[in-house]
């Protein structure tokens, strides 16, 4: 399981390694000799390499970098962005031993920059790392932007500056990079948009720190792989049958809006349910019956009528949402499905039915199904449903979702091409990017009805939502560029086909 460590973990890591008995030069010279292995495989031996070096720690990796790459034979210089009078502690330690061994070390000059940058064949960003606490301004912009403009390949130290390790955010201005070296563990920034547009492949190199401060440290986040949730879901048993595979309810729209249904029932049964019923107005019962031949179809004539559907008790999962419908029969539904099924997807109109009030829905997953509900809103639908965790003041996708986990009761499962899932517990799972051809009409009533049915088989809110998530954008890797929805559903037959032969 691929653990990402926030900046607060790391700093912790590094210090718990310190106070171990490790020094710290050890763990920076450490840091340094990686970058300089990455540009060793990157340049040929006359390439010049051009070392632009920050205040702090991470302009300490670069001069040891430079150090390295001198000693073995590059053409190397570095360039400081700040007063030397101003370094401390490593980062001064690993800059008078450069200087000794007779590193080229100056100043940064925003006028003469530019050249500098056109003759070398390799930069190494070590400007700031993954602990920039304030958006770039003046000189270090300008540096920077100096740098993308001039077409050469950066290997990054620990992140492109200008990066946000916690959010993945430009902070004002950031560099692109050709590769990035990280350190121990990968940080949030490198899964969560933009920042992963900019680090290019990342390296993550041991330095030092032992493996089993992770224990201490208990970082909550993790990248989205099936490790994540492969110990709560198994291939149907020999001995089992339908019933022990569950049976899931999508609730379906009027008979003009029918198909997000049909895409989120038919996403459930491929994804392993054993059953699944679209329970619909009696409006929309011929259109469904037209369509539709696995899957059972339920007409009922009212909310009463829906209700004493759902109370067969064999029935324990649900899916509402998909062109549903917005408004006050919506809302009753999501009371009726809360109350009355094991587990509930919350699913677009079911959230946007609540945009005016959605303290009504958060006391009624607390009342019913807490932890038991999974909420798949994208961005626009979350601004609704939490207003006060924009971007803007919570600048982290992972951390807006835990807090609206936390605040909700519900798993929340915030899409985007950085999906993030959240549980109330603090747990939280990045995916590492699916297809952009994901971005289709329909492609999330697939999503809502994948998790629906591993939800009917008894997975865990939370490992459901990360399980669909993975299948999801297996499913769109299968189907291929030009994909549309529909394309999904036999590719999710062999999504899980290979998920079951791996296993």
């Not at 700040?82 to 980062?91: T, V």
Request: aromatic content about 4%; proline content about 6%; charged content about 20%.
């Amino acid at each position: 399981m691929e653990v990402l460590l926030t900046t607060e973990d790391m700093a912790r890591a590094d210090r718990l390694t310190i106070e171990s008995g490790v020094p710290g030069i050890e763990l920076l010279n450490a840091a340094g000799r990686a970058v300089a292995n990455c540009c060793t495989r990157m340049v040929g031996p006359d390439g010049r390499i051009l070392v632009l070096a920050g205040p702090g720690n991470n302009g300490g990796d670069g001069f040891v970098a430079a150090e390295v790459l001198k000693k073995r034979g590059f053409i190397v210089s570095c360039l400081l962005l700040g007063s030397a009078e101003k370094l401390r502690g490593d980062a001064k330690l690993a800059f008078d031993s450069a200087l000794a061994k007779g590193v080229d070390i100056a100043p940064i000059d925003l006028k003469s920059l530019p050249e500098k940058l056109e003759v070398c064949g390799l930069i190494v960003d070590a400007l700031f790392g993954a602990g920039l606490d304030r958006p770039l301004s003046g000189e270090a912009a300008e540096v920077v932007g100096l740098v993308n403009a001039s077409g050469a390949r950066v290997v990054a130290v620990d992140l492109p500056s200008g990066v946000s390790g916690d959010s993945g955010a430009v902070m004002g201005a950031a560099v692109r990079a050709t590769r990035t070296v990280t350190f121990f563990r990968r940080k949030p920034g490198h899964y969560l948009l933009p920042g992963r547009l900019l680090c290019g492949p990342v390296d993550v190199e041991d330095i030092g720190i032992p493996q089993a401060i992770l224990g201490r440290i208990d970082p909550g986040m993790v990248v989205n792989e099936p490790s994540v949730w492969s110990g709560s879901w198994h291939p149907p048993a020999p001995e089992g049958h339908k019933y022990s595979r569950g049976h899931a309810v999508v609730v379906s729209g009027p008979a003009t809006a029918t198909g997000a249904a049909r895409l989120a029932a038919m996403a459930a049964l491929r994804a392993g349910a054993g059953l699944v019923t679209v329970a619909c107005p009696s409006s929309a019962a011929l259109v469904q019956a037209a369509h539709l031949t696995a899957v059972m179809i339920r007409s009922c004539r009212d909310e009463g009528d829906f209700a004493e559907f759902l109370g067969d008790r064999r029935i324990n999962a649900a899916v509402i949402g998909p062109a549903a419908g917005v408004g006050a029969r919506t809302r009753e539904k999501v009371a009726i499905v809360l109350g009355g099924c094991r587990s509930v997807v919350l699913d677009a109109d079911a959230l946007m039915s609540f945009a005016d009030g959605p303290q009504e829905l958060f006391e009624a997953i607390a009342a019913t199904r807490p932890g038991e509900a999974v909420m798949t809103p994208h961005e626009g639908e979350f601004a609704r449903l939490f207003p006060d965790l924009s971007a803007d003041m919570v600048p982290s996708k992972a951390e807006r979702a835990r807090q609206a986990a936390q605040r909700s009761g519900a798993v929340i499962l915030l899409k985007g091409g950085d999906t993030v899932i959240a549980a109330p517990d603090g747990r939280v799972s990045i995916s590492p990017g699916a297809t952009p051809w994901l971005a289709t009409a329909g492609s999330g009533d697939v999503l809502a009805g994948i998790v629906g049915g591993l939800l009917a088989q008894r997975l865990p809110a939370f490992e459901a939502a990360a399980m669909g998530v993975w299948l999801h954008g297996e499913a769109g890797r299968i189907a291929g560029p030009g994909l549309i929805a529909e394309d999904l559903l036999p590719a999710l037959k062999t999504a899980v086909a290979e998920l079951v032969r791996d296993a």
